[in-house]
């Protein structure tokens, strides 16, 4: 069963608007929470987690995330995106029932136009 | 050192070689991860070694085989590999397999066979 989904495909956004890369995650247990980026052919870098402390993550690069409980969401947002931004984004989810094994969403791939 | 080495960054091989992948971290991390990742699409769990032991192995092919020589080094062996398996070839550690935290990402290893 899918644990965690990346509502979009692909985003593509003006440079220096707003970035929303929307995540929603089912879990009927405490989930913890992340997001990675990936610039073409390199490895995976952590944004943000969230794990069960304040619900508003601040990371690297301007990147923030909301985790909402009553809507199972934790969207990436950004206020001004950069040109350097355009990447694959991973929303990933880690459930404690799971042996804390990781479970990639189907990634956002973020386009910034000049 | 937050880091997660792999080496070689490029590999090349045909259909009938033998090669290894290697993957290496200073951090003390005890749970390590090996993931494979096709083209726009999110990474697929291999296989995890949890205290230099195999825990998961996600029903990958037999011409695959993982090793963990000690805590901080985790190898991939390669034999007999069909063009299918050209994808970049991702490792990974955390802290531990059962807590909740983030993992941390090598560069990859882009793989083609030929």
């Known amino acids: 069963a899918q644990s965690v989904t990346q509502l979009d495909s692909h985003v593509s956004v003006s440079e220096g608007t707003p970035v929303l890369l929307r995540c929603n995650y089912s879990?009927?247990?405490?989930?913890?929470l992340f997001w990675y980026v990936q610039h073409p052919n390199k490895g995976l870098q952590l944004l943000l987690k969230y794990t069960s402390a304040a619900t508003l993550v601040k990371g690297i690069n301007g990147f923030e995330a909301e985790f909402k409980k009553s809507e199972t969401s934790f969207h990436l947002t950004k206020p001004s995106a950069h040109m350097s931004d355009a990447a694959e984004y991973f929303c990933v989810v880690s459930r404690s029932n799971t042996g804390n094994q990781f479970y990639f969403g189907t990634g956002t791939s973020l386009t910034v136009i000049p | 050192d937050t880091e997660v080495t792999q080496t070689p960054k490029h590999l090349v091989m045909g259909m009938t070689n033998k090669k290894s992948l290697k993957c290496e971290q200073h951090?003390?991390?005890?749970?390590m991860y090996w993931y494979k990742q096709k083209a726009k699409k999110p990474p697929e769990l291999m296989f995890v070694y949890s205290y230099e032991k195999l825990s998961i192995n996600e029903s990958v092919p037999s011409r695959f085989s993982p090793e963990c020589p000690n805590s901080s080094l985790l190898n991939l062996h390669l034999h007999a590999l069909q063009p299918e398996d050209s994808a970049l070839y991702l490792c990974?550690?955390?802290?531990?397999?059962?807590?909740?935290?983030?993992?941390?990402f090598g560069q990859g290893t882009r793989l083609t066979v030929v």
């Open positions: 951090m003390g991390h005890r749970a």
């Open positions: 990974a550690s955390r802290k531990g397999e059962v807590e909740n935290t983030e993992a941390f």
């Open positions: 879990s009927s247990y405490s989930p913890s």
